[in-house]
């Protein structure tokens, strides 16, 4: 299957802080492909490089435009979109104001459709500091929805949810996957929620790719273990 989304050689620094070494990186259609890595590997770093929200070095490439050179917005007009560690969703506006303003950028509204999959057509009118933290994720999840984008860059969506609410999350992702074709990237560090619906990982560690594969074979890597547990015990 032909990639949507190939990285190639992404790297950046911070100063001395080498928080990307040459990552390459593919996702194809309709997969969920997993992102993972102790804390401070380079995960949320790599996704604001290939989102162009943080200037990198490498090659992005989307279907066949190479898009490295392109602003976050034309990225996200082209079909390639991204959620936020914290929740990028307005406080003090309603839900539907939300809505409203993220179909503004795109050329097809399926603001209803979204609406519904995430049953928030009961607090359409209610601002959003009002409602649960599970539905602002679900807010947030639909709004980088807006306009089905052709990949999705998820960073840590499961964050802060309950455990019932981060499988709920989990079948949501697998089913934009699934049904929408969408190549989806995902961040995240609850490995219940990573096993569920991811069917390959890439490993991160102190900014290099440690390791790609099938969950199975990843989870019992030695070098994943000692690179989490320092220690392959
Ligand atoms: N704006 C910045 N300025 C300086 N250093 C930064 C900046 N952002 C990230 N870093 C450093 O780059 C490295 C990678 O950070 P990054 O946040 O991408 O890791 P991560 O894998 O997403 O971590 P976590 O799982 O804790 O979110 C770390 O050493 C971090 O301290």
Known sequence: MTALLQCRNISKSYGGVHALQKVDLKVEPGRVHGLIGPNGAGKSTFIDVVSGRTRGSGTVILGDTD????????????????SFQRTSIFPALTVRSQFELAAGWVDNDNTADLIDMFNLRGVLDVRAEEI??????????GLALVGTPRVLLLDEPAAGLSAAESHHLAD?????ARRWNVAVLLVEHDMDVIFKVCDVLT???TGKLLIEGPPESV????KVIQAYFGSTA
């Open 67 to 82: 898009v490295s050179g392109f602003a976050p917005n034309r990225r996200r007009r082209m079909g390639l979109s991204r």
């Open 132 to 141: 649960s933290y599970g539905q602002q994720r679900l807010v947030d999840l």
């Open 172 to 176: 949501h992702l697998l089913d934009i």
């Open 203 to 205: 490993v991160l560690e």
């Open 219 to 222: 989870r019992s890597d030695p």
